[in-house]
């Protein structure tokens, strides 16, 4: 009888934990194999190809993670960020987007929903779906100065000067 997925999986987050990623990677791929519909065993894959530098292997593996676990915000937060190096403002505020469907004080998803929304500022007419993200991260005690000043900018445009004055 062979290691089950969930073994493979342990052994793939104690290699991690040792900093053992090509040990961890293999693992976590010898996983998929013994249970392809194994999320976390996916989850792995993701991480240890993102830390070996491998983005678009784990970009694949984030896929699967998102078919197979949809309410995993993190997995959602780590296809958006490639999704973000890569340049793709609209596939990345997606992911995002979705990371805050089933957890809304992701402080990841927050915070780069609030990179990417400050980005497209000049074809940005509506600013309220801004300003909630950047009142949401000031309610978590995570937005820093930047965010604090943005959003009393966006305040100061929407004529709300007392809520801007406190930023």
């Known amino acids: ?22 040990e961890a990677l293999a693992s976590a791929m010898a996983a998929t194999r013994a249970d392809p519909r194994d999320a976390n065993a996916w989850w792995q894959v993701a991480l240890n190809r993102r830390d070996l530098g491998h983005a678009e292997q784990a970009k694949t593996a984030l896929l699967e993670v998102v078919d197979l676990a949809p309410w995993f915000a993190s997995g959602w937060v780590e296809l958006g960020k490639i999704e973000l190096s890569e340049g793709d403002l609209d596939e990345a505020t997606i992911s995002f987007e979705n990371a805050l469907e089933y957890e809304d004080d992701n402080v990841g ?18 600013t309220a779906t801004e300003q909630k ?6 309610s978590l005690g995570r937005a820093n100065a930047r965010q604090f000043n943005r959003l009393g900018r966006l305040h100061y445009a929407a004529k709300h000067y007392f809520d801007a004055i406190k930023c």
């Open 109 to 126: 998803a927050l915070s780069n929903l609030a990179r990417i929304y400050e980005k497209r500022d000049i074809d940005h007419e509506d």
């Open 133 to 138: 993200v950047l009142e949401k991260l000031a």
């Open 1 to 22: 009888m062979g290691t089950s997925a969930k073994e493979l999986v342990q052994q793939s987050e104690t290699h991690r934990a040792s900093k053992r990623l090509p």
